[in-house]
């Protein structure tokens, strides 16, 4: 039932992704794209992103979230010719992914607007696109037509009760503090469960302890997120 964490963890590599939206015929629509299977999160969903690289970076820069917005754009641009401006990104979250992970990416997370012009994916890391409301991704997660990570899941969560881009924009833009996501992991039976700050079990990594809730049940039937 709890995390059996090294006491030295992997260190986890600067990386940023860009959620692109759009206001579609009937709903907010949100850009996924499907990786192929040899590369990291391979066969997954996601949204536009990858490492943060020294091209990114800037003597003036005052936090990592600077690199990361262009690093965010200029992934936007690469994996699916799309270019959005970096100052036009608004912070949806931070995250960070469990000490046992052999491969980790403390990754931000932000919000866009997407601009004009056509979506082109290389055919290669990534296999195809789609323009979908969020709520349809995660029906077809449920179905077991698509595999997404938990941070992909909850920030299509979020954004589901959102009927277009500009209120999506509006609440986040509002988050103060940008929340920050350090996940803790624990196998339950069915599963697992991901925890979080605020959650009872989050500092022991239990999930049996009572007190508040802040994880994702990610059981074999199905995902449930529950917080207080």
Excluded at 62 to 84: F, I, N, Y
Excluded at 202 to 218: T, V
Aim: charged share 25%; net charge negative; glycine share 8%.
């Amino acid at each position: 039932m709890s995390d059996t964490a090294p006491t030295a963890p992997t260190p986890a590599i600067p990386a940023a992704t860009v959620v692109l939206v759009r206001d579609g015929a009937d709903a907010l629509e949100v850009l996924m794209l499907h990786r192929t299977s040899q590369v990291a999160f391979g066969g997954m969903w996601v949204f536009p992103g990858g490492r943060v690289d020294d091209s990114d970076r800037r003597a003036e820069d005052r936090s990592d979230a600077a690199a990361a917005r262009r690093a965010a754009a200029r992934e936007s641009l690469e994996e699916c010719a799309l270019a959005v401006d970096p100052h036009d990104l608004v912070p949806l979250s931070h995250w960070t992914p469990p000490a046992i992970t052999p491969r980790r990416y403390a990754t931000w997370f932000f919000l866009a607007r997407a601009g004009e012009g056509n979506v082109a994916v290389d055919g290669g890391e990534i296999r195809d696109h789609a323009w979908l409301a969020p709520a349809e991704v995660l029906a077809r997660r449920d179905r077991g037509e698509v595999d997404l990570a938990p941070p992909t899941w909850m920030t299509l969560t979020d954004l589901s009760p959102h009927p277009d881009v500009t209120s999506a924009l509006a609440h986040a833009a509002q988050r103060s503090p940008v929340p920050r996501y350090e996940t803790r992991w624990a196998e339950v039976p069915g599963g697992a469960v991901a925890l979080w700050d605020g959650d009872a079990g989050y500092a022991s990594a239990n999930p049996g302890l009572d007190g508040p809730r802040h994880r994702l049940w990610m059981l074999k039937d199905r995902w449930r997120l529950e917080r207080s």
